[in-house]
């Protein structure tokens, strides 16, 4: 979370979006609004389902409840959290929630549905008692390992004088701190994993305010992060072992670290170092604040778009959709607005699959910009018109479409805006667009079927976004392209 | 609405002290808002805005002619990508002076002439997203009038109610506060004692747990540190400020404290070694939280429970499987009388063997009057 909201919101970009978006999506995907308890301040930590299809939700001010969308009633399940953030469902009756000070299993051990037995997980990470210091999570993978993210420290906050963990103040930039987010007590900025002996193990860092964890249908880990120091857009990344993701603070928590205070580094040296992001998110443009990735493993109860990540989005009304692909033996690919407006609120902070294949959606604001509550989308079972993959070729770009397109309005090169840019790694906060230059779209070849276009660019290189605007593009029964705008994240170039 | 100076105000004559400068500190409070929502300035008054930027994201600070912020605000957005070079400050003659963007936790400063016209001039940070919430209003007249504050159009809705941290903390259930002006339930459900909630809170790390016993008996358990740390009454907690925004505050004790520990209160055996501590939980009976925790491995649990008819707390101590003596270090607090349900005291220390350990009881009362010690 942090600064996720710190994010900027292209209002008028959307206000368009959501004129048009909004009648043409309405007809496959329809937002609904849960009604919440009365009394309840919904900023909502988390959401996900039990096993018998009631929904659990956890607030800002320590609520668990409990909705069961047969009946539409809440229930208390569990209370007095300090900012839970995360829920992973163990049973009907047993959860582990994460809050600031810990990892906590949460369970109704005499059947009367409320929790009586609140247990550590782990407790085995620092904690200074800056308020940025949120953690996120838990994650599970197929093997039973646990994952968490704990959020860097804020320079707009203080430690308290009564800290957990040890101190060092290698990890902060200035000797106050006040200056970049940094990790001055254990593994703040780092993603962290449980194994099932209990212990917690330092998994990957570099992290700012990685607001969003997540795996995708083959097992890889994925977390967002937030637009920042060291972060010039938000990206998207393929979390593994022992990597560096950028936020330099973090580092020093390193086994066997020995160069100092990381910000002290040169950006060339923490550069060469880091991890990049499978995805980045322009900013005003694609998303400002991305939060929880995932992966639609409904088997179309949610649409076109399984095996596909969306994700979570809280400066705009809007779910973003990344398609990946590997290139070279690394995750890469593009994203893409899957839902604009149609009744979406702002805060898009927790998403979770029902049973049944609706989308529900955990909504927050936290003291950044965003709404509160809980909605759903559900799938009309009305194909939308849209991108449905984007792949990098030898020389240029692929569309897949959900339906077959009109064939004239495809081959027209005037409809393709083609442009690319990438962004700084620095300690300033966010990144302009960097070395934006227009690129021509050449070649245009479209499958027999309409359902797939190529095209070529000239001087593809690696190291940029592609962001891609298409105008003018019908399918063959004359719907409109739902998504015009779509960005490609080129890491690495098909050799 | 029409505003009480407007066209009324106008005025030719000098006022004195028009020439100096008025100088206005702008910082950022949490939750896209300036701190200084609105002020008066005369017209002509050389004015100095100096914009802090306390948040710790970006953001500018547009003074627009009256009436033409949402317009501004929109100007800017469809700045679109060229928002960033701009400083998200388009082109418009409805923009009187800006601020570019300014980083967390710097300083950016206009100077200017306040225009002769009084008036409303609207200013805003146009940093996409923030233009709807964040903004304030510059009264230029020479009256120093302003609507009250109530019913000030001119500033955010969430601003016309007295200042947040002093509204929401009434938030709470206590009695003897000025209600706000729409009261907020804290809970979908009313809290019954006991009951807790892991907080921020002055005194222990920040891993606290803050219990609500009946009575209007309180106390502060520190999973941190596996020990009672204080215990009060009058009261429980006021969260409002914990509540708000991004959570950066403590939770404050109504009430007051009579009690605060100095030391971890256990020894297991002869051993020196520092004792490891592990905090493991806890179990709610009959709604009472009984923490576990371990000291060297040893599991400890602990209920406290209200005192009847006094002010004071038993702590109820299980230690299955000592395997050694214990001693019981009680806090040399000479406003508090000790009891215990086994063991012998001796300079304040309760000795017990490991059959006493099993379950035991530590009865802590606030000293009425003169009593002998412990």
């Given at each position: 979370m942090g600064n996720r909201l710190s994010k900027a919101i292209c209002v008028s970009l959307f206000l368009l979006v959501f004129i048009w978006a909004g009648n043409a999506r309405s007809q496959s995907y329809r937002v609904e609004t849960i009604k919440m308890p009365d009394g309840l301040t919904n900023e909502n930590g988390a959401i996900e389902f039990l096993p018998d299809g009631r929904l659990v939700g956890c607030f800002t001010r320590g609520e668990v409840m409990i909705y069961n969308p047969k009946d539409e009633k809440w229930s208390l399940f569990a209370e007095g959290f300090h900012d839970p953030l995360g829920i992973l469902v163990l049973s009907n009756s047993e959860m582990l929630i994460i809050q600031r000070p810990e990892l906590t299993r949460v369970k109704d051990t005499d059947g009367d549905g409320s929790a009586d037995l609140y247990e550590k997980v782990t407790d085995d990470f620092g904690l200074s008692g800056n308020y940025h210091e949120y953690n996120y999570g838990p994650v599970k993978d197929g093997a039973g390992n646990l994952f968490i993210a704990l959020n860097s420290t804020s320079p707009g906050g203080s430690m308290r004088p009564e800290v957990r963990g040890k101190i060092d103040t290698l990890g902060r930039d200035g000797s106050n701190g006040l200056r970049q987010m940094y990790s001055a007590v254990p593994y703040r900025g780092w993603i962290m994993k449980l194994t099932a002996d209990?212990?917690?193990?330092?998994?990957?860092?570099?992290?700012?305010?990685?607001?969003?964890?997540?795996?995708d249908s083959e097992g890889n880990l994925f977390a967002t992060d937030n637009q920042g120091d060291w972060v010039g857009t938000s990206p998207l990344f393929h979390v593994q072992e022992g990597k560096f993701y950028g936020h330099p603070g973090s580092l020093i928590w390193t086994r066997g670290w020995n160069k100092g205070n990381p910000y002290r580094l040169s950006p060339e040296v923490l550069n060469g170092m880091r991890t990049k992001p499978a995805v980045l998110f322009p900013h005003g443009i694609m998303a400002n604040s991305p939060t929880q990735p995932l992966c639609d493993q409904t088997n179309g109860q949610f649409g076109p778009f399984g095996g596909q990540l969306l994700i979570g989005e809280m400066n705009k009304e809007r779910i973003v959709r990344v398609m990946l692909e590997r290139v070279g033996g690394e995750l890469q690919g593009a994203c893409i607005p899957f839902l604009d407006g149609a009744g979406l609120r702002k805060g898009n902070n927790r998403l979770a699959f029902s049973p049944d294949g609706v989308l529900y959606v955990g909504q927050n604001s936290h003291g950044w910009l965003g709404d509160e509550g809980i909605q759903r989308i559900v799938f009309t079972g009305k194909t939308p018109v849209d991108i449905y993959t984007m792949n990098l070729t030898k020389t240029g770009f692929k569309l897949v479409f959900t339906e077959p397109m009109e064939k004239e309005s495809l081959i027209n090169a005037d409809n393709f805006k083609l442009r690319h840019y990438n962004y700084a790694y620095h300690k300033k906060y966010g990144s302009d667009q960097m070395g934006v230059q227009s690129d021509q779209v050449r070649g245009i070849e479209i499958s027999a079927d309409g359902k797939e276009v190529t095209f070529t660019v000239e001087a593809l290189q690696a190291g940029y976004v592609y962001e891609l605007n298409l105008n003018n593009i019908k399918s063959k029964d004359g719907g409109a392209l739902e998504n015009t705008l779509i960005c490609y994240t080129l890491n690495k170039l098909i050799k | 609405m029409a505003l009480l100076f407007t066209g009324t105000s106008l005025s030719s004559h000098a006022q004195n002290g028009v020439d100096s400068v008025k100088t206005l500190l702008i910082k950022v409070e949490t939750g896209?808002?300036?701190d200084l929502v609105r002020f008066t300035v005369k017209p002509g008054q050389k004015v100095r805005i100096v914009f802090e930027n306390t948040d710790d994201m970006d953001?500018?600070?547009?003074?627009?002619?009256?009436?033409?912020?949402?317009?501004?605000?929109?100007?800017a957005l469809q700045l679109a990508e060229k928002g960033p070079a701009?400083?998200?400050?388009p082109k418009s003659p409805k923009i009187l002076w800006s601020i570019p963007v300014i980083a967390p936790d710097q300083k950016g400063t206009v100077e200017f002439t306040a225009p002769e016209k009084a008036g409303v001039y609207p200013y805003v940070c146009?940093?996409?997203?923030?233009?709807?919430?964040?903004?304030?209003?510059?009264y230029v007249n020479s009256t120093g009038k302003m609507p009250k504050l109530k019913d000030d159009r001119n500033i955010p809705e969430s601003r016309r109610a007295a200042p947040l941290s002093e509204g929401e903390k009434h938030d709470d259930m206590h009695a003897g506060h000025q209600m706000p002006p729409v009261p907020k339930p804290l809970h979908p459900y009313t809290p019954i004692s006991p009951y807790l909630y892991r907080v921020f809170i002055e005194g222990a790390s920040p891993a606290a747990i803050a219990v609500s016993l009946p009575d209007s008996l309180s106390y502060c358990w520190d999973a941190g540190t596996c020990r009672l740390r204080f215990a009060w009454h009058g009261g429980f907690l006021d969260n409002s400020d914990l509540w708000k925004g991004k959570g950066d505050a403590l939770a404050k004790v109504v009430g007051h404290i009579f009690f605060t520990d100095q030391a971890f209160p256990f020894r297991i055996g002869k051993s020196e070694k520092l004792a490891l501590i592990n905090y493991k939980g806890y179990t709610l009976i009959d709604r009472y939280p009984e923490f576990h925790y371990t000291v060297n491995g040893v599991d400890i649990y602990e209920m406290i429970r209200p005192t009847i008819g006094t002010i004071g707390l038993v702590r109820t101590f299980r230690i299955p499987d000592a395997g050694a003596d214990v001693v019981y270090l009680a806090d040399q607090e000479d406003t508090i009388v000790y009891k215990s349900?086994?063991?012998?005291?001796?300079?304040?220390?309760?000795?017990l063997n490991a059959a006493e350990a099993r379950q035991f009881k530590v009865t802590m009362t606030i000293k009425k009057e003169m009593k002998h010690g412990k």
């Open positions: 209990g212990q917690l193990h330092p998994y990957a860092s570099g992290f700012r305010s990685p607001n969003g964890l997540g795996f | 896209l808002q300036f953001h500018n600070l547009l003074i627009t002619m009256p009436g033409a912020r949402e317009e501004v605000v929109t100007t701009m400083n998200f400050i146009t940093y996409p997203g923030h233009g709807f919430l964040m903004y304030g209003a510059m349900s086994a063991g012998q005291w001796k300079n304040g220390q309760l000795q």
